[in-house]
């Protein structure tokens, strides 16, 4: 015998100790926390406060990267809570933009096109009137 009926066909993962069920539920567990913890602001004190290692997160986080949406929910949490406290004035108001900038949220940016033909004919009431318009729409007097 060569030893090959002895040998893990996918390597060793007799040693393991997390699976992607087990990962999932302390990462719900976490989520819940957070929930709960009005005082959590950030993905790490989620984490730390919940008493998982740094360590261990990340390692759960890179081995399993379906647990992503968790982390999200916990982030969503979070933005709200932030915006909650701003909008109240518990919080800074700069502060807590900032901070939803280094969660991923992004400025809202609108484009307002008007596209007109301006090149038609026009007499010099309608031309008149025309700008009287257009003044209105801008706000202008």
């Known amino acids: ?16 100790k997390w699976s992607y069920d087990d990962a ?48 999200k929910g916990i982030n969503d949490i979070i933005i709200s809570r932030i915006n909650t406290k701003a909008l109240e004035g518990d919080y800074n108001a700069t502060a807590s933009i900032w901070r939803f900038k280094q969660l991923g949220e992004t400025d809202r940016v609108e484009n307002h ?6 090149t038609q004919e ?4 309608e031309r008149k009137e025309r700008i009287k318009e257009l003044r209105k729409k801008l706000g202008d007097k």
């Not at 026009?122 to 009431?125: A, D, G, Y």
């Open 1 to 16: 015998m060569n030893g090959e009926a002895t040998r893990f066909k996918e390597g060793n993962k007799a040693g393991e």
């Open 24 to 71: 999932e539920k302390v990462f719900n567990e976490m989520l819940q926390f957070a929930i709960d913890n009005k005082k959590v602001v950030s993905v790490q004190q989620a984490y730390i406060e919940y008493g998982m290692p740094s360590t261990t997160y990340y390692y759960l986080e890179q081995k399993f990267p379906a647990l992503a949406y968790i982390k």
């Open 113 to 118: 096109n008007i596209n007109e033909d301006i």
């Open 122 to 125: 026009l007499t010099e009431k």
